[in-house]
């Protein structure tokens, strides 16, 4: 079955202070890995997506990377208005095709000034 | 940028009123979606609808039903609302890339309170 499992689920860190947030997945053919940020009472806003192993893609303080098996969100020296929740989502190669995102839990990311 | 809006935000209502949670784009997408999510879980598809005439059903098992009468509205009615209805309801969009996977944008949610 596929599924994508996002750790950790609540990270704390001090301002300035880099970190990583990791998601890994099981899928029979990856399409794509997609990356958003989720502020509370909002909807989800778009940031990266990933299609093969070894790319990377660039926002401001933001990284995404990808491998076979997982995918990480590298923060450099966060401010606090990085604090949001971070999701992961993979489009696999399902009988419903490319349409359907499988979403992780999110890691809720706070960052203290 | 995404232009995808909801309404209403916020809602409060009583069990068995009948509720449409409308969503509308301005992007000319022809795919559009919608999502269940409670506090601190998953995303979970339920519906959603390659562009005017088609409504699918998503993963999500869900007592909602959708329209797509235009290529730019896609409402949600529920005929009964219970209180296991409470939820955040997110719509989506996105615009197909025959060359890779389409970016679904979102709009900013309702949340429904079934008391």
């Known amino acids: 079955e596929d599924q994508v499992t996002q750790s950790p689920e609540a990270l704390r860190l001090q301002e300035g202070e880099s970190s990583s947030l990791n998601c890994s997945y099981t899928?029979?053919?990856?399409?794509?890995l997609f990356w958003y940020r989720q502020d509370p009472g909002k909807g989800p806003e778009f940031l990266f997506t990933l299609y093969s192993a070894g790319e990377e893609k660039e926002k401001e303080r933001l990284k995404a990377t990808l491998t076979k098996k997982e995918s990480f969100l590298h923060i450099t020296a966060p401010k606090p208005e990085d604090s949001a929740t971070y999701l992961c989502?993979?489009?696999?190669?399902?009988?419903?095709?490319?349409?359907?995102?499988?979403f992780g839990k999110g890691t809720k990311l706070s960052v203290i000034p | 940028e995404a232009d995808i809006y909801q309404t209403p935000r916020y809602l409060v209502i009583g069990t068995g009123k009948k509720i449409t949670l409308e969503c509308s784009q301005t992007?000319?997408?022809?795919?559009m979606y919608w999502y269940q999510q409670d506090p601190g879980m998953e995303l979970h598809l339920i519906h959603y609808?390659?562009?005017?005439?088609?409504?699918e059903k998503g993963d999500l098992s869900s007592e909602s039903t959708v329209s797509r009468i235009r290529t730019e509205h896609f409402p949600l009615t529920l005929e009964s609302a219970r209180p296991s209805h409470t939820s955040q309801y997110l719509c989506?969009?996105?615009?197909?890339?025959?060359?890779?996977?389409?970016?679904?944008?979102f709009g900013p949610g309702t949340r429904l309170t079934v008391l």
């Open positions: 989502a993979f489009a696999g190669n399902s009988g419903a095709g490319s349409y359907q995102l499988t």
């Open positions: 992007m000319g997408h022809d795919k």
């Open positions: 989506a969009s996105s615009d197909p890339q025959a060359w890779s996977t389409d970016t679904q944008y």
């Open positions: 899928v029979s053919g990856l399409r794509g």
């Open positions: 609808s390659y562009g005017v005439n088609s409504t």
